[in-house]
């Protein structure tokens, strides 16, 4: 399938700061792009996720932002906690819903 | 609440083993799914399935095959298992194809020796 392309690959906070992951796509006709969450020694869990006809999607510190243009979706955690250490996966449905193609993760560590 | 089960966490074969990992789901969901994961790699997907022996390669199906007998379990079997298929494979169910968001099982850490 074509790519998802993730960055970046690993990422550092300090507890309180913001953190930005980014997504970007290939295939035009995508239509729903996923966020989840894959903590230490768990499985991946759906946080957030964002369709083609919407700009942004808050829930509560997260939000994710779509640019149908440029073809990049983002997801951004404001006031990041220890909680929040995990691996994150974006993916895209490359315009079916039957299946998704995930990036590559993204290992968030949150540092007190 | 939905779950997914899998067979086995943690698994040991030798090469050239016939593996069987097994996935049931208890939600009555249409689509199922194999993924592997591998550090740097993501999740790549295996085989899918979107009905009762349906099923569809995904990007690595390679050295892989499915059964969907029952519409709760899906099945990935490795004909005769390599060292290159050392990994952790997650399995995921999702409703229908108008609902998008899949459930993951917790994962069989699959090692070939």
């Known amino acids: 399938g074509e790519n998802v392309e993730q960055h970046p690959s690993t990422l550092s906070v300090q507890e309180g700061d913001s953190a930005v992951i980014k997504c970007t796509y290939s295939d035009s006709a995508s239509n729903y792009f996923p966020w989840y969450k894959q903590e230490l020694g768990k499985r991946p869990q759906l946080i957030i996720d964002?369709?083609?006809?919407?700009g942004e999607k808050k829930d509560q510190r997260i939000a994710v932002t779509l640019n149908k243009t440029a073809k990049h979706f983002s997801l951004h955690i404001t006031e990041t906690q220890p909680e929040d250490s995990a691996v994150y996966f974006c993916?895209?449905?490359?315009?079916?819903?039957?299946?998704?193609?995930f990036g590559s993760g993204t290992q968030l560590t949150v540092l007190p | 609440d939905v779950k997914v089960t899998q067979s086995s966490r943690y698994l040991v074969k030798r090469t050239g083993e016939k593996v069987f990992l097994e996935c049931v789901q208890d939600m009555d969901h249409e689509n199922m799914f194999w993924y592997r994961q591998d550090p740097g790699l993501g999740l790549r997907l295996i085989y899918f399935s979107y009905d009762v022996k349906m099923k569809e390669k995904g990007d690595i199906p390679e050295g892989y095959s499915v059964s969907r007998e029952k519409k709760e379990r899906f099945s990935l079997i490795l004909e005769s298992a390599s060292t290159n298929q050392t990994s952790m494979y997650l399995c995921?169910?999702?409703?229908?194809?108008?609902?998008?968001?899949?459930?993951f099982g917790p994962g069989t850490r699959l090692t070939v020796t």
């Open positions: 964002i369709r083609s006809n919407v």
């Open positions: 995921a169910s999702s409703l229908s194809p108008s609902h998008y968001e899949q459930y």
């Open positions: 993916a895209d449905d490359l315009g079916s819903a039957r299946q998704l193609t």
